[in-house]
Structures are given as structure tokens and as C-alpha cells.
């Protein structure tokens, strides 16, 4: 049997990354970068990419991989992630898959539909719509053409359920047969998935900690040298947690109290929403709900793991 590929999610500032370290150290594992902002090479500190002295202690992929200028996709990601886990177990080694962002994770455990861009006018009208019906009778709607898409996506969550009306006007199809049709990478005795998820308090408290330690460190610099570039705005990197803040500060429309704390709390609101994500839709996968690092860590192996 192929080496067991561990996939370790959660918000930001959770301690996914010590986990996996040190689970990489206890089995001889490699990891490989589910991050989206961590892919690129120009936020280093920003993105709270793994130090230099933490990857020296074991093989690192995917981490700072790319240019600002590149604007990956998850399927792109998904085409760069999967030869590495295949070359990964085939030196009869485990792939650690870790980061925050949830949609890679899906694209390994239930696949990437091959679903249709909607057009700009599409996606226009059906916002107006989602504004105009509210979302209970948008969902009731959607729920008559793709009744599984509507009793699946969360409350509040309009990004998707208007996404799965898109869908449905652009393909003429429900997004969720387009997506029952397409196979898994991973086999479900492949792998095994583990949530980490502190306190909310706990990890607010954290967030804010780091973020102000990333500015001292170096990530108003990083920021500058990216600025400087004069990427296009759209562009996954130009939306990193706290670019705007620090852009903002650097060009006098705040002071650097007001950008740190306008990033730390941008921060708390993303990580509030990456922790329901993972509630929502990785409810089966095992929590670890410790603060701190030799606990998180003692909870991880009363899971049953290594």
C-alpha cells in the first residue's frame, strides 16, 4: 500500500504548519503547499510562508512556486499538486498536504468539475437578482433546478449560491450533476484529512499577535517591492491579508496604528470564514481544538495519528 497522504487544514494562524512539520519529521514525510497566497514568491513574511530554518527540516513544495504576476487557479494548482504526490510516495515517502485554502482540498478529495465560466452579463444579472429576491427566495429558486446545490451551500453564503445559478443559466445544467460526474484524484482509503481549529478566541488572539510581528518583520518592505511592480489589482497576490492596510498606510491615507489594526481585524473576519468553510464542508474530518503547540500536537496523535 502507497504511503498514506495526510491533508491538514484550517484557518490562518491555527498551528497547521507546526503539525505538519512535525508529523513530516515523525514519519519522514514531505509537505506541499495548499495555501493559495503561499504559492507566490513575493510575500514571503505576508503570507506567513514556513521559515527558511523550518524548511530546512524537511522537503518543501509548492511554497513560493510562483510569480505575483501569475494568477493561479485551483485547477492549475490541482495539475501541480498531483505529480508531486505520485514522485512524493513513489520514494515511498508521505505527502503533507497543509494550508488554509478549502477548494484545493475539495479538488483532491471530490475533484474539479469541468464547469463553465459565466459570461460578465451573467454574472451581473444574477447578482442584481440575489439583491433583488433575497436569499430565501433565491435559494428556492435554485433549489427547483439544483435541489442538492441549494440544501448543501451554508447560510449566507451568496458567493456560492450565486454561483450555482450562474452555472445554471451559463450550462443549462445543474452545477451539481456536472459535478457528480467528475472522479475524485484521491481515493477515500487514500487519505486522511484533519481540521485544526482552536477556540475562536484563542485563534483571534493569535492572528492579531502575528500580524503585528509580520510588521516588524519585514512585511511593509515586502509589500513595497510588490507595490512597485504595478501588478494588476486583481491578481490573487495583490489581495494577500494586509496588503491593502500597509498600500494604504504607505501612501498617508492612515497611520501605521490604524493599518495594523485595520489588517488584524481583516484578518480575524478571514479567518472566521475559513474556519466555517472547513465546519461546513469537512464536517466528518477530525478537530484538533488545542491552543497551544505540544497540545495541538498531543491531540493529533490521540486521533490516531502517525
Known amino acids: 500500500m502507497e504511503p498514506r497522504i495526510w491533508l491538514i487544514g484550517g484557518p490562518t494562524a491555527s498551528g497547521k504548519t507546526a503539525i505538519a512539520l512535525r508529523?513530516?519529521?515523525?514519519?519522514?514525510g514531505e509537505i506541499v503547499n495548499a495555501d493559495s497566497i503561499q504559492l507566490y514568491g513575493d510575500l514571503t513574511i505576508l503570507s506567513a510562508r514556513p521559515t527558511p530554518h523550518e524548511m530546512a527540516q524537511a522537503p518543501h513544495h509548492l511554497f513560493g512556486a510562483a510569480d505575483g504576476a501569475e494568477a493561479w487557479s485551483v485547477g492549475r494548482w490541482l495539475r501541480a499538486a498531483l505529480p508531486l504526490i505520485t514522485e512524493i510516495q513513489a520514494r515511498g515517502r508521505?505527502?503533507?498536504?497543509?494550508?488554509?485554502?478549502?477548494?484545493?482540498?475539495?479538488?483532491?478529495?471530490?475533484?474539479?468539475?469541468d464547469?463553465?465560466?459565466?459570461?460578465?452579463?451573467?454574472?451581473?444579472?444574477?447578482?442584481?437578482?440575489?439583491?433583488?429576491?433575497?436569499?430565501?427566495?433565491?435559494?428556492?429558486?435554485?433549489?427547483?433546478?439544483?435541489p442538492a446545490a441549494a440544501a448543501r451551500?451554508?447560510?449566507?453564503?451568496?458567493?456560492?449560491?450565486?454561483?450555482?445559478?450562474?452555472?445554471?443559466?451559463?450550462?443549462?445544467?445543474?452545477l451539481s450533476d456536472l459535478q457528480a460526474e467528475t472522479a475524485a484524484p484521491l481515493g477515500p482509503e487514500a487519505?486522511?484529512?484533519?481540521?485544526?481549529?482552536?477556540?475562536?478566541?484563542?485563534?483571534?488572539?493569535?492572528?492579531?499577535?502575528r500580524l503585528a510581528a509580520m510588521f516588524e518583520a519585514g512585511a511593509v518592505e515586502e509589500v513595497s517591492a510588490l507595490l512597485a511592480r504595478r501588478?494588476?489589482?486583481?491578481?490573487?497576490?495583490?489581495k494577500a491579508l494586509g496588503l491593502r492596510e500597509i498600500a494604504a498606510w504607505q501612501a498617508g491615507e492612515m497611520?501605521?496604528?490604524?493599518?495594523?489594526?485595520?489588517?488584524?481585524?481583516?484578518?480575524?473576519?478571514?479567518?472566521?470564514?475559513?474556519?466555517?468553510?472547513?465546519?461546513?464542508?469537512?464536517p466528518d474530518w477530525p478537530r484538533v481544538t488545542a491552543t497551544e503547540p505540544?497540545?495541538?500536537?498531543?491531540?493529533?496523535?490521540?486521533?490516531?495519528?502517525?
Open 23 to 28: 508529523l513530516a519529521q515523525e514519519i519522514g
Open 94 to 113: 508521505s505527502p503533507i498536504l497543509v494550508g488554509g485554502t478549502g477548494l484545493y482540498f475539495r479538488s483532491l478529495t471530490d475533484g474539479l468539475a
Open 115 to 146: 464547469i463553465p465560466a459565466a459570461a460578465p452579463a451573467v454574472r451581473i444579472r444574477v447578482e442584481a437578482e440575489f439583491e433583488a429576491l433575497g436569499e430565501t427566495t433565491f435559494r428556492a429558486r435554485l433549489a427547483e433546478v439544483d
Open 153 to 174: 451551500i451554508a447560510p449566507a453564503d451568496r458567493q456560492r449560491l450565486v454561483r450555482a445559478w450562474q452555472v445554471y443559466l451559463s450550462a443549462g445544467r445543474a
Open 191 to 209: 487519505w486522511r484529512g484533519v481540521v485544526v481549529e482552536p477556540p475562536r478566541e484563542a485563534l483571534y488572539a493569535r492572528c492579531d499577535v
Open 231 to 238: 501588478l494588476d489589482p486583481a491578481l490573487p497576490v495583490m
Open 255 to 282: 497611520t501605521r496604528h490604524e493599518a495594523l489594526a485595520a489588517a488584524q481585524q481583516e484578518t480575524r473576519r478571514y479567518a472566521k470564514r475559513q474556519a466555517t468553510w472547513f465546519r461546513n464542508q469537512t
Open 294 to 306: 505540544e497540545a495541538q500536537w498531543g491531540q493529533f496523535l490521540a486521533l490516531g495519528a502517525p
